[in-house]
């Protein structure tokens, strides 16, 4: 599966560094590199590909275009939300952030260059099969942009009045709910039936998250804790306590399971979603054990 | 032509603005209209309609979403350009920049949406036709990205060794190719038979606007003047003078009225690019008969 994931965004990324005509300027290209390789857990590509299996992927480049399309936004966005104007952090994934690393004009560029390489992803994906590229760029621009994407997302988190519901299912639901509508959809199967699981899992994502800020050290996490304090963000510890977050937590991934549709691959998603917990978690089980003793 | 362009631009930015399931964070919604209305000359969209007329204009609602997507690209990059960390521009179009009128944080996440919902609209448009849909989806994507598009020449900027040719072509050459290329794909046409019509009016373009930027005011231009100068960036005037730029201008017309591919509209297109001719130069005729007297 890693080595999957790899290869796609690999030949995504191509795309970008050069054309028939001509190169990419040398810094943007180490920038795009950067902000993109190693990378994280990779787990929005994961699940994509895990729905898009479990669907029965018979055709697999266009999961291998829609995981890299939708790993290629996140970075996009991590890159963008890491600026001074922003969270202003020094670091992300245990390295200096791209703004640091480059500067403010690369990190806007590469950020801007990467929402355009996903989408160029996928266009590319329309000789494989015109409709179901389609289908996914409709599904990704709409989790990328604005009302209902992480665009619209973080600009909630600057307004005076916070719609709280749509704070949070823009800002990280977004994503998940793409990665398992996608993985559905470039398998050719309905991705309205793949929402909810999407919800749920971005929804304990979110808690996870929100535990890690509180509980973690920034040299366990790779960036910054204490974020959301600072800047004033809602956080599920502040609202329900540890032990109230990680049952939320623990109930969310819960209805994660029981939303998945019938299909051939359900057993094996049960457990990607299992897996995908002890990723999402990194206070369970040690931490949580410390916290309840 | 220009209520065509500003209906079919709001017909876009409505996606943005609202959903079935929610509405933007109200201060995004502002800051999107801002950045796209009143609008300046809409010289991009109405090169592409003119083509897509030319060309026989077979599918309106094609012509349409192609015209509002590009002009929604190159707002997006105003926007993003104008920030601190590039031009730092505290103008445009007369009115406040959108980081000087709402804050950084807006501005980078406008830019960052008008990107995605030009993608979004031309997406749309495959209910149309879905084939010239993902035809116009590889212009734009191309045209915005790296290494061709606007991206990459915005990154050439900030290079210690700069590539003229692909700085040139990609900061402003590669917005004005995808307008007639994008006119002749909504159309039905083959598009690479303009490219060459395209890339001669963004050079026109270039050099006008390196003219203007030497001998406009701010208060007729609407934006700061000598920013080249500011930012070390190339000039055709610095490189040719000022008679010599405006030989190169009317040179680069000529080129650009005997590329045009032999289709229905010939004429009415030859009429176009002498109006644009005057869009773009200010300068003349008054103000070149003040510099040759």
């Known amino acids: 599966m890693k080595t999957r994931i790899e290869k796609s965004i690999d030949a995504a990324m191509d795309a970008a560094q050069k054309s028939p005509d001509r190169s990419a300027p040398p810094q943007l290209k180490s920038a795009l590199t950067y902000a993109v390789k190693p990378g994280g857990a990779r787990i929005r590509p994961t699940i994509l590909l895990s729905v898009a299996m479990a669907c029965g992927d018979?055709?697999?480049?266009?999961?291998?275009?829609?995981?890299?399309?939708?790993?290629?936004?996140?970075?996009?966005?991590?890159?963008?939300?890491?600026?001074?104007?922003?969270?202003?952090?020094?670091?992300r994934r245990g390295k200096p952030t791209v703004h640091k690393a480059f500067s403010e004009e690369l990190a806007l560029l590469t950020g801007d260059s990467l929402i355009v390489l996903a989408f160029q992803t996928l266009t590319r994906a329309a000789a494989v099969d015109a409709v179901r590229a389609i289908k996914l760029l409709e599904i990704l621009t709409r989790a990328t942009g604005s009302p209902d994407g992480i665009c619209a997302g973080q600009a909630w988190e600057g307004e005076p009045m916070i719609d709280i519901d749509a704070y949070h299912r823009a800002k990280t639901g977004a994503l998940f709910i793409a990665a398992t509508c996608m993985g559905a959809a470039a398998a050719g199967h309905e991705p309205e039936d793949w929402v909810e699981m999407g919800a749920r899992i971005g929804q304990a994502f979110q808690i996870a998250d929100d535990l890690a800020d509180v509980l973690q050290t920034e040299e366990t996490l790779g960036k910054p804790v204490g974020q959301d304090e600072v800047h004033g963000r809602p956080n599920a510890v502040t609202e329900r306590g540890v032990e109230g977050a990680i049952k939320h937590l623990e109930d969310a991934l819960e209805s994660a399971i029981t939303s998945i549709p019938s299909c051939p691959g359900e057993g094996a998603l049960c457990e990607l979603v299992r897996y995908t917990a002890e990723k999402l978690t990194p206070v369970t089980p040690t931490a949580r054990v410390a916290i309840r003793a």
């Open 58 to 91: 018979d055709a697999p480049a266009m999961a291998d275009a829609a995981a890299a399309s939708l790993e290629l936004i996140h970075c996009a966005s991590l890159v963008h939300d890491d600026m001074p104007c922003f969270d202003d952090a020094d670091f």
